[in-house]
């Protein structure tokens, strides 16, 4: 018997031709109804992921307002009994779930290590004290101070929230005027700066045990970056890497990051940068990674990142998954032209035109395209999945994809 599980969920989930979303990490999908007692707090955004017969569903306005959320809670325990777990999927309810934990006495990860993995200052220090290479940094003070850590670093720099997903709130400042200007527009108190490490970025994804040893693990490469993606609206991807030297030493500095973090019992996203001289972290998420990396790596290795996550979670027996490491498969999204909302007036369906596209999702003329949270997490331009070549051919339909989709919308009033 798992026992009694506290869910928080604040994704919407859909399956239907015009849009996929969250399918992996659907309760039907996680949990086994004749053994996990799930209790679900969810917002409105997070309705549509409570299954239909669920007997203990409740409701928050706004899982920002964690006073409120716990008073919630508190109210749930005094009336339906402790829970045995609380988990949550989302990024933004990381902290939150580690505070119910302490809250409650729940067995789990604590909000001192949580924010190993939400705060970038923390993980930076920890993972250097282990003696592996992360960027320079240093925390955002005065504007005088910024500018003499840039120039010790040299331009450009990276200014970038402490906490934070998904590359929102990244800059690259290439000049003294720049971070003057900045410094001008905003507070500097959540802020850090780091040296520009050049590269190439790599993310290892995976699962580790309550000891935390690796069940999965497996390497991608980025196709363009995160921050182009977010400030240029350069189309994003990346292919999963089949070289075995690229993949061992890749996922061996992983494991040594995260164990100098103590992550255990969880899934986890590391991004570092591959110099061609060093590997260097860039930075962690203790969750299942975002945009389409979790569909890919199921579709490929047959592992839902997910359910796996959930099984440690709650004690289950496992056995770790032996995936072809031969493999390889890939993803790619186009954001929408801003500034939005924008009618969709053509968009170019690929399937069929490009080998080892399997799948799409593409806007149909007539389509609004509408501001939503979440950089990777929505229907953006265009999405792109690829499966069933060698790495370099997939690498090579993800290129074609980019080169040969086309999408033309104009503003809407």
Known sequence: MSGAILFLTRWPLYEDERRWENRLAAPESVFAPETDRVTYVCDEGGRSGVPATAERVHFVTDFGDVDGVLELVDTIVRDEGP?????GFSELLLDLAATLRERYGIPGTSPEEISRFCDKTVMKERVSRAGLRVPRWASCRTEDHMLAVAEEFGYPVIVKPVRGASSQGVRQIASAEELRALCAERSLHDLEIEEFVRGEILHVDGVLDAAGKPLFLCTSRYVSTCLDFEVLGTPLGSVLQTDPVVRGRCEDFAVRCLTALGLRSSAFHLELFDTGDELVFLEVGARVPGADVSYVINDVHGVNLFRLWVDVLLGRPVDPPAPDPEQSGGWLIVKGPGPLPQQVTSAT??????????????PRPGEVLVSQPGAYATLQGGRFLFRGGAQEQIEDAVRQAREQYRLTTEPVP
């Open 349 to 362: 369906s690929l399937l069929g035109r490009i080998p080892y596209l399997y799948r799409e999702l593409v």
């Open 83 to 87: 829970f045995d777990h609380v988990i």
